[in-house]
């Protein structure tokens, strides 16, 4: 009998043994590490609705490959929760989060599942019924959920904006305890009021639990961020950030409570380099502080994994790869030799690293995903003198090395464009006029000079793919895609005879009402289209030109401007001559010629027809009709420096006794 209780002893003993230990908060933000967000797909009202398809279980390996250790899973129950007690979540969306959170966890991620968009509550939380109804899908999430593994972690609510620091306390302590009835010791995260920044976060009062987590998100400063808005990278800029993370930091020594920084980022429209500059520096911030984070990926404006073909683009090895010790201040610049004038890229960092391996650096043109190295430098190494360019692309760099251990250490990517000084029609002769254009024949000079282009790269490849056109392939022609407001494009055009035009274009589009200009600058002439949806992006059929346009004879600059967000493309452009002049239309009612039109500042005002200059001045407006600057002509030609002017159009209008007449500028 005592041999028998001795073996029950020693099992009871080697099982209580062979138990895991439970997660604490500290370790599990430490295991959490870097992470990813599966945003604007299960937060819809019904999932796909947005800018994304259906979750992929294939995005959860592209996650692991990558090195992420953590993803964040933004949910919307609102649309699929019954408006009435008690308030039942529909089964079949219950199992798809469930299929969802499981493709992560069956991959030893940790998963943070949360209330999403959830506008309702927010804008309604003194309605007894809507908190009850929110009580009850927690309530039913808890339950259904409540044996998956420690590294499924519940976010209470996400970004509470409209309700007040006491409702959200309110909310944060109520949750919590439903949580608690089924998941004693599961990781609860949970945040403050309005958009869940940090500030909201310190004043939150804190829950009265030992599983709990704090988090809040910063898009700051959000002019930048979240509107690209200016450039980033500034002593003050970096102080700045700083100062956050080290107030988060010292809220959590004192309160003993780990930190999530669950979603920062930077739209793609931003500046590349204070993009790349910012992201690194979060990074490096959450690292040094200790925080894990959950970086913000929609798909779209704020988009990482490219979920078509799972591939990344340049800044997840900021994310996986940058630490406090990767190279920063990291610089490309256009310098030129002195001697020869032979265009070169000098290219320095400086090198926080020590006992590391050799710089790999590596570049890549036009704005393409595919680098190649082009250097292996010594460990020391600041910088590197690139000789290999040419007037006219895109070049950007990204260099990396390895600590003692292995770690690989990245910096950050950093791009130059070399803007060529003169400009030229494509295949040497300029289009004709009446014919048709073809869109991809655009001029040669590059970014700011024969285009401009919201993305360096050309996004599908097609055709002249060192530069940033997105031109792609549709059958056995080119056409022009991924168009985006502020886009433009330069032609340099023949007009056989002078006269009216019509014109068509051959287009396709998804969607409704994407909108183009085309511009002459010889005589201000203009005319624009409406682009109907055509039922899909490569259905392409012909449109008319919103009005007539007339047309001055001779060698001139054609500028398609993209102008709004609703985007289609374009195949080509046909103009017929529909009534021929035999007097320039302009030249009879101009007092003034402007030259060089478009410009990139300085002009020279010539007087026409022997007017007068006494007491003549031209006055320049914006497109809002307000009055810039006023400049007195010196005589029949006089030189006008307008540099201090943002790149645009402007109205010129000549203001004298004997004359007034008014012509458009485009400054580049």
Request: aromatic content about 12%.
């Amino acid at each position: 009998m005592k041999i028998y209780y001795y073996l029950l002893t020693l099992l009871f003993i080697l099982s209580v043994q062979i138990l895991p230990a439970q997660l604490t908060p500290q370790q599990a933000v430490a295991e959490m590490g870097r992470g990813i967000n599966l945003g604007n797909t299960l937060e819809p009202p019904t999932e796909g609705a947005w800018n994304n398809g259906p979750a992929q279980e294939s995005y959860f390996d592209a996650y692991v490959s990558a090195g992420f250790t953590n993803v964040r899973v933004p949910v919307r129950w609102d649309q699929h929760t019954a408006n009435s007690a008690p308030f039942a979540i529909d089964t079949n969306w219950m199992n798809r989060v469930e299929q969802v959170v499981d493709w992560g966890l069956a991959r030893g991620l940790y998963i943070t599942l949360n209330g999403h968009h959830e506008d309702w509550l927010k804008n309604g939380y003194s309605n007894p019924t809507l908190r009850a109804r929110y009580d009850s899908i927690w309530v039913q999430v808890a339950e259904r959920f409540k044996n998956k593994s420690e590294k499924l972690l519940f976010e209470i609510i996400n970004e509470p904006n409209g309700m007040s620091v006491a409702q959200v306390d309110d909310l944060n302590q109520r949750i919590l305890g439903i949580i608690r009835q089924t998941n004693p010791t599961r990781i609860v995260i949970y945040g403050g009021n309005m958009y869940a920044n940090s500030a909201q976060l310190l004043n939150a009062a804190i829950p009265n639990d030992s599983y709990i987590v704090g988090y809040y998100h910063a898009y700051d400063p959000w002019q930048f961020s979240g509107q690209g808005m200016g450039t980033w990278g500034t002593t003050f800029d970096y102080q700045q950030l700083n100062n956050k993370y080290q107030s988060v930091k010292n809220w959590s020594i004192a309160n003993n409570i780990p930190v999530h920084h669950s979603e920062f980022g930077a739209v793609l429209s931003c500046d590349f380099n204070s993009r790349m500059r910012i992201y690194a520096h979060n990074v490096e911030q959450c690292i040094v502080h200790g925080f894990a984070f959950s970086v913000w990926d929609d798909g779209g404006n704020f988009g990482i994994l490219n979920r078509s073909n799972n591939s990344w683009p340049e800044v997840k090895d900021i994310l996986m790869h940058y630490y406090q010790d990767s190279p920063n201040q990291i610089f490309s610049t256009y310098t030129p030799d002195p001697v020869s004038n032979a265009p070169a890229i000098v290219v320095d960092w400086n090198n926080r690293a020590t006992g590391n391996g050799d710089f790999i650096l590596e570049r890549s043109v036009g704005g393409s995903s595919n680098f190649v190295q082009i250097a292996m430098l010594p460990a020391n190494a600041i910088s590197y003198t690139d000789t290999s360019v040419t007037v006219g692309s895109t070049y950007t760099y990204r260099m990396y090395t390895t600590r003692a251990d292995g770690t690989i250490l990245h910096g950050y990517p950093t791009r130059t464009r070399i803007t060529a000084s003169v400009q030229s029609p494509f295949n040497a002769n300029p289009l004709s006029i009446p014919g048709t254009i073809e869109v991809e024949e655009y001029d040669n000079g590059g970014e700011g000079l024969a285009y401009h282009d919201n993305d360096p790269a050309n996004i599908p490849g097609g055709f002249r793919t060192d530069e940033g056109v997105d031109i792609g392939a549709s059958g056995n022609a080119y056409i022009l895609e991924y168009v985006e407001s502020g886009e433009w494009i330069e032609y340099t055009v023949d007009v056989a005879q002078a006269g009216r035009y019509s014109l068509t274009a051959e287009i396709a589009s998804e969607v409704a009402n994407g909108t183009f200009e085309l511009f002459f600058a010889q005589n201000n002439a203009s005319t624009d289209f409406s682009v109907p949806s055509t039922g899909n992006w490569y259905t392409f059929q012909q449109i008319s030109a919103n009005s007539e346009i007339e047309l001055e004879a001779g060698q001139q600059e054609m500028r398609l401007n993209i102008t709004n967000n609703n985007a289609f493309n374009v195949d080509n452009i046909t103009f017929t001559l529909e009534a021929a002049s035999s007097i320039e239309p302009e030249a009879a009612q101009r007092h003034f010629m402007v030259s060089p039109n478009p410009s990139t500042g300085l002009i020279q005002v010539e007087l026409l027809g022997g007017s007068s200059y006494q007491g003549t001045q031209i006055e320049v407006y914006g497109l809002n009709g307000q009055k810039l600057k006023t400049v007195s002509l010196s005589g029949s030609s006089t030189e006008i420096d307008l540099g201090d002017l943002v790149p645009g159009l402007y109205l010129l209008q000549l203001v004298g006794e004997d004359k007034r007449s008014a012509q458009r500028l485009l400054i580049k």
